[in-house]
């Protein structure tokens, strides 16, 4: 999966993805994790508290777009679809400015 993922500079995720060699791999394709440490890890792995801070705009908008009941159990059968019902819902509710 780490090697579909588009070229970046960081890659800002939550702690369920913090593991060694997920990181080991991520550092491999020149990518900087900003992974916050589980509460069980023996040794503290520092990350950047502000970068983090802007992983709520991602959640934000995915929330939004599952308020769309479309989207949220894609009704639709063909992926065009569904994607077209994606942009559509993300360019309303950037036009509302909800």
């Known amino acids: 999966m780490i090697d579909a993922l588009p070229p970046a500079r960081d890659l800002i995720a939550d702690r369920g993805y913090d593991s060694d060699p997920y990181r080991a791999a991520l550092l491999a394709r020149g990518i900087s994790s ?11 792995i520092p990350y950047d508290r502000l ?23 894609r009704y639709d059968r063909c992926a065009h679809t569904c994607s077209s019902a994606i942009c559509i819902a993300a360019t309303i509710n950037f036009w509302i400015g909800e």
């Not at 900003?34 to 503290?44: A, E, F, L, S, V």
């Not at 970068?51 to 159990?73: C, N, P, S």
């Open 34 to 44: 900003c992974i916050p440490p589980r509460k069980n890890r023996k040794t503290d």
């Open 51 to 73: 970068l983090y801070r802007q992983r709520h705009r991602v959640e934000i908008m995915f929330g939004r777009l599952k308020d769309w009941r479309r989207v949220a159990t």
